[in-house]
C-alpha cells in the first residue's frame, strides 16, 4: 500500500511537470520564442507535422520548421487545450490532447480549427523532453480536403 | 551494471512484445478481422485517426469506424512498416512509425500514400494494450489538400 502511494504521489509530480511543459512551451509559441519552444526538444526528435514535410528528423530541422512558421501566425494570439490526458511510468510519458489558436483576428486564415497533438517524453538528467511529437487534422478522404471545421 | 543489463534486458523484452502486437495487429487489419483487431485496444482508448470523426472515445465506437472503413478497403493487400521506433519504461510504452498498404490493385483509389502512426500502450495484468493511437497525413495549408503522395 505504501509502495502504491508512492507510486501515485510519484506519477502525480511527474504528471504536474508533464503539463506544466505542455503550458510553457504553449507560452514560448504564443511569444514566438524559437529558442525557449526548441529547449523541450531531444537533438533527436521525431516530428510529425499537421503540414508538410511528412516527418522532421532532428532538432536542427524542426527550428527551421518552426521559425519559417512563424510570419503565417497572427500577429498575437493564445492557446486554448483541452482534453488532456498524461500517461508517466519511470522515466517515460507520454501525452495528448486538443488545442486551439483564440484571441486573434477573426478573419485570420490560419488555424480555425483545433489541432490534435500526441507527444512522447523521456527524462533525461532530470528534466522531461519531447522525443516525438504528432499534430494533425483528419481528412475527408472523398475529397482529400483537410477538415478544419469539424466539432469536437 | 547488473541492474543497467536487467534493465535493458527487460526493455529489449518489452520492445519485442510492442513490435509483435504491431505486426499482429496489422495483420488482424489485412484480414479484416475486427475482433482481432479491438483485442489490442483498452475499452477506454481514444483515437485519433486520420479522417473524421476529430476524434473517437471508446473502444465501441472505434469499433464501429473499423467496421465501416473495411468496405473501403482493397479486397486483398499487404502492409508495409518502415521507421518504426519504441520506447518503454515500467508498464508504460509508445511508438510512432510510417505505413502504407501495399500488394493491391495499383488503380485503387484508396490509400496509395504513407500514413504516420504514434501509439501508446499500457500492460495491464500483464497483457500490452493500446490506450491511445494517432494516424495521420500532412495537409498543404495552402489548398487545405490533404498531401498524399509526400516521398518520406
Redesign the interface.
Known amino acids: 500500500m505504501t509502495t502504491q502511494m508512492t507510486t501515485e504521489n510519484t506519477n502525480t509530480h511527474d504528471e504536474g511537470q508533464i503539463r506544466q511543459l505542455i503550458v510553457d512551451q504553449q507560452s514560448a509559441i504564443c511569444a514566438k520564442d524559437v529558442d525557449r519552444i526548441m529547449a523541450y526538444y531531444t537533438t533527436d526528435v521525431?516530428y510529425?507535422?499537421?503540414?508538410?514535410?511528412?516527418?522532421t528528423q532532428s532538432a536542427d530541422a524542426l527550428r527551421r520548421i518552426w521559425e519559417e512558421c512563424f510570419p503565417?501566425f497572427p500577429d498575437s494570439f493564445k492557446t486554448e487545450t483541452r482534453?488532456l490526458?498524461i500517461?508517466?511510468?519511470?522515466?517515460?510519458?507520454?501525452a495528448?490532447w486538443?488545442l486551439r489558436f483564440t484571441e486573434m483576428a477573426p478573419d485570420h486564415p490560419?488555424m480555425h480549427t483545433?489541432l490534435?497533438f500526441?507527444a512522447?517524453y523521456?527524462r533525461q538528467q532530470g528534466k522531461w523532453q519531447i522525443?516525438?511529437e504528432?499534430c494533425?487534422?483528419?481528412?475527408?478522404?472523398h475529397t482529400?480536403?483537410?477538415?478544419?471545421t469539424?466539432?469536437?
Do not use: E, M
Open positions: 521525431i510529425f507535422d499537421c503540414k508538410p514535410p511528412f516527418q503565417y482534453d490526458n500517461f508517466v511510468s519511470g522515466s517515460l510519458a507520454f495528448h486538443l490560419a483545433w490534435r500526441t512522447g523521456q522525443v516525438h504528432h494533425s487534422v483528419p481528412f475527408d478522404p482529400s480536403q483537410a477538415v478544419l469539424l466539432d469536437v
